[in-house]
């Protein structure tokens, strides 16, 4: 007589381990890819006395991105000489140009940044058409400055930067020669190390 009866299903003495290996490698992974954003994202950054150099002595940086991966800002206190631009800081300040605009009106170029009441485009043919859109405010940026994996972080903590908290108000209506004065004097983050 054969047995046919169906085998039980052994249990393996290793699931556990290959559940608990599985659950690592997912941590693991997820964190090569976490771009969540850090303390600095869609904030405004106050340089200190540390920083001795133009572009960014006594600048007001509008931080765009801020993540583990990288961080990227524009000055918004820096006129250029002819008066029709801002040096948005010593990075590809002859091949990158953008424009900060109020959200009146919207390109369909435009990244909406709804938690800081702006918009912004990029390359000179959207600039150029948001300029003759002529929203209420806007500010036309070449360059940029940029920090790479935990630079920013580290300058922060080192005391390069302060963090100030955004004020749509402090960018809109504070003249451009009175920004690092007036920034000293808003709400700061509070850093937690």
């Given amino acids: 007589m054969t047995n046919t009866a169906p085998k039980k299903k052994r ?26 954003p850090a303390i600095a994202h ?30 990227m800002g524009l000055i918004l206190n820096r006129p250029a000489g002819d008066g029709d631009h801002f040096i948005g800081g010593p990075m ?11 959200l009146e009106m919207q390109l ?18 959207s600039v150029d058409k ?7 405010w806007y500010r036309v940026i070449k360059g940029y400055v940029g920090w790479g994996k935990r630079q920013l972080n580290d300058e922060i903590k080192d005391g390069v930067w302060q963090v100030v908290i955004y004020d749509k108000d402090f960018v809109f209506d504070t003249k451009p020669e009175e920004m690092y004065a007036t920034a000293q004097k808003l709400p700061m983050m509070q850093q937690t190390h």
Avoid: C
């Avoid at 393996?12 to 771009?35: I, P, R, T, V």
């Avoid at 369909?108 to 043919?125: C, F, H, R, T, Y």
């Fill in 108 to 125: 369909p170029d435009s990244l909406i940044m709804k938690d800081v009441g702006l918009g912004i485009v990029e390359g000179q043919a």
């Fill in 92 to 102: 590809e300040t002859d091949k990158k140009v953008y424009a900060l605009h109020s």
């Fill in 130 to 136: 948001l300029v003759a859109a002529k929203p209420k």
């Fill in 11 to 36: 249990e393996g003495k290793y699931d556990s381990y290959l559940m608990f290996a599985g659950a690592a490698f997912l941590m693991w992974l997820g964190g090569q890819f976490d771009n969540a």
């Fill in 42 to 71: 869609h904030q405004l950054l106050l340089s200190s006395p540390k920083i001795t150099e133009a572009p960014l002595k006594d600048s007001v940086v509008l931080v765009l991105q801020h993540r583990k991966s990288d961080a």
